[in-house]
C-alpha cells in the first residue's frame, strides 16, 4: 500500500463525533488521496448500507 500523505492529512482532519456521512466522505476523500490504510470495516458497512460502492482496491486491501 502507498505510504502517508502527510500534506493532506494535516489539511483534512476528520471531525470530532463525526456523523457517519461524514465518515464515509472523510474515508472516500481518503482512498483518493492518501491510501495509507484501508477503510475501516465499520464504514464500510455504513456504505453499504447507504448503495456506495467503496474504491474496489482498497476497500478490500487489510
Avoid: D, F, Y
Amino acid at each position: 500500500m502507498a505510504g502517508l500523505n502527510r500534506e493532506w492529512h494535516a489539511a483534512h482532519r476528520m471531525p470530532e463525533q463525526a456523523t457517519a456521512e461524514q465518515r464515509i466522505a472523510w474515508h472516500l476523500a481518503h482512498a483518493q488521496h492518501c491510501r495509507c490504510r484501508p477503510i475501516p470495516a465499520g464504514v464500510l458497512e455504513l456504505m453499504q448500507a447507504r448503495g456506495i460502492v467503496p474504491p474496489a482496491k482498497l476497500s478490500t486491501e487489510r
